[in-house]
């Protein structure tokens, strides 16, 4: 079985970040902006929240069965694919274009032998016999690279929970590696279609597949670290100067800022660990509910917010699935606007953590 290491490279400081920094207001700037009459994004979400509060203990099991399931149904894809180096185990994509190969390509292949020669003819049904070849080539190399236990991130996890990310996306790419689909020609591109390990269908082009699959974000973790090492503990800073560097450092992608805060660079833990241990950011939060017209996370309507609705709000902060994020309109979750929201929090808590650091507390050999 492949061993699966954590990623060596971790954030540094940023666990330190806040001490001796109390109730500094407008420590997150993008706060109040999501915070305050933020009911349009959530009115949707709660509307059958009474309900879920009475299913939560039966449902938190279900998901929690179906969470293991995904994870073993990937180790053993997974696994196999890195034995083989990604080559196939089954013959469905060699037949599907041995059959392409065997039919109309070879047909415009002999026909431009003529006589006469047709060079044109001739040139297209060879550049389509290479593609064929290439492709099967490049669909290897990625069955490959998307069987590495160092290159998945961890926000394709599924996360336990009722709502938010349920690990879809990684219970598909188990199937696809176990090669647990069929391949139909849609309008001249292949297509892959099954049921994962949920029982839910699925169809994608390679393309589909490869967007899909959330990489981690090695260069830049490391390039936060360059810039920790840099500033931190230094005097006369300049938080603009800091917070562009910051800014430089984190993915400006929502696949990469997934990466960035679910992955456990931030001195071995993940960007919610830091939420946890954060009582700046709960300071911040109930003085934001100090306006009467917010309403993105008091479900009961008490005008402030308890300790299970603040941690729903930290749930939404790292998960683009989370109920928050679902749009009703469109029928899907508005990744564009979770990532606006959550960049600028990471970018905040980062750059603050820079400003605050002490020379005292820089320990090096912790990192």
Not at 215 to 231: G, H, R
Not at 261 to 274: A, M, P, Q, T
Not at 331 to 353: E, M, P
Request: aromatic content about 8%.
């Amino acid at each position: 079985m492949a061993t699966r290491t954590g990623d060596a490279n971790l954030i540094t400081g940023a666990g330190k970040a806040y001490k001796n920094y109390d109730n500094v207001a407008g420590m997150y700037s993008g706060l109040d902006k999501i915070v305050k009459k933020g009911g349009e994004i959530y009115k949707g979400a709660i509307k059958d929240y009474d309900k879920k509060i009475l299913e939560q203990e039966v449902l938190a099991k279900q998901e929690e069965t179906k969470k293991d399931a995904i994870d073993q149904n990937w180790e053993s894809a997974s696994d196999k694919v890195l034995g083989n180096a990604g080559s196939f185990e089954t013959q469905k994509d060699y037949n599907y274009t041995f059959d392409k190969i065997s039919g109309q390509i070879k047909q415009d292949f002999i026909a431009a032998q003529g006589p006469p020669v047709d060079k044109k003819a001739l040139a297209a049904a060879t550049n389509a016999l290479s593609t064929e070849k290439k492709y099967i080539d490049d669909m290897v190399a990625l069955r490959a690279d998307l069987a590495k236990p160092d290159n998945i991130s961890l926000a394709m996890n599924h996360n336990g929970q009722i709502s938010g990310n349920d690990g879809r996306q990684k219970s598909v790419l188990a199937a696809f590696l176990a090669e647990e689909y069929d391949i139909v020609d849609i309008n001249g591109e292949r297509y892959y279609s099954g049921v994962d390990s949920n029982g839910e269908k699925w169809e994608m082009t390679k393309q589909q597949i490869e967007d899909t699959y959330v990489l981690k974000v090695t260069a830049n973790v490391n390039s936060y670290n360059d810039v920790y090492a840099k500033y931190a503990g230094k005097s006369n800073l300049m938080e603009k100067t800091v917070k562009d560097s910051v800014i430089a450092s984190i993915p400006d992608n929502v696949k990469g800022l997934r990466a960035f805060v679910s992955d456990d660079h931030f001195e071995g833990k993940n960007f919610r660990s830091l939420l946890d241990n954060d009582k700046n950011l709960e300071t911040e939060v109930m003085q934001a509910f100090e306006d009467p017209n917010n309403a993105m996370f008091d479900l009961d309507n008490s005008g402030t917010i308890d300790a299970d609705e603040f941690t729903r709000m930290k749930d939404a902060i790292i998960d683009p699935y989370n109920d928050v994020w679902f749009d009703q309109t469109t029928g899907k979750h508005d990744k564009d606007k979770w990532s606006n929201f959550t960049r600028q929090i990471v970018i905040d808590k980062l750059t603050n953590g820079i400003i605050n650091a002490k020379p005292e507390n820089l320990d090096a050999s912790k990192f």
